[in-house]
């Protein structure tokens, strides 16, 4: 049974950084996707950031330039370092692994429970 666990977040002031990191239990690292999302209170979940198992990134606009996605294969981790953070970055932030071929009985997503990311002054 695979898990994610998440952590990295905490409160920092406006222009700060933090880096989450999601680690995976079980061997599904190098065959999933990944995802960063997030929600804020009153919002729905939206997808920030993600990497391919290719390796190919793609970055909502809003955190283009301030966000990058990294994968430790060593380390079964995935990281979102946030740089120059906002207070509109303010969320839970959750990791996602995916695949979009099921090639055997194993599900085809896992998500982290989640980290709280506060941005204030």
């Known amino acids: 049974q695979v898990q994610l666990v998440e952590s990295g977040g905490g409160v920092v002031q406006p222009g700060g950084s933090l880096r989450l990191s999601c680690a995976a239990s079980g061997s599904i690292f190098r065959l999933y996707n990944i995802d960063w999302y997030r929600q804020a209170p009153g919002t729905q979940r939206e997808l920030v950031a993600g990497?391919?198992?290719?390796?190919?990134?793609n970055y909502v606009d809003s955190v283009k330039g301030r966000f990058t996605v990294s994968r430790d294969y060593a380390k079964n981790t995935v990281y979102l370092q946030m740089n120059s953070l906002k207070p509109e970055d303010t969320a839970v932030y959750y990791c996602?692994?995916?695949?979009?071929?099921?090639?055997?009985?194993?599900?085809?997503?896992?998500w982290g429970q989640g980290t709280q990311v506060t941005v204030s002054s």
């Open positions: 990497m391919t198992t290719g390796g190919i990134t």
């Open positions: 996602k692994f995916y695949r979009t071929i099921r090639w055997d009985a194993a599900p085809n997503e896992y």
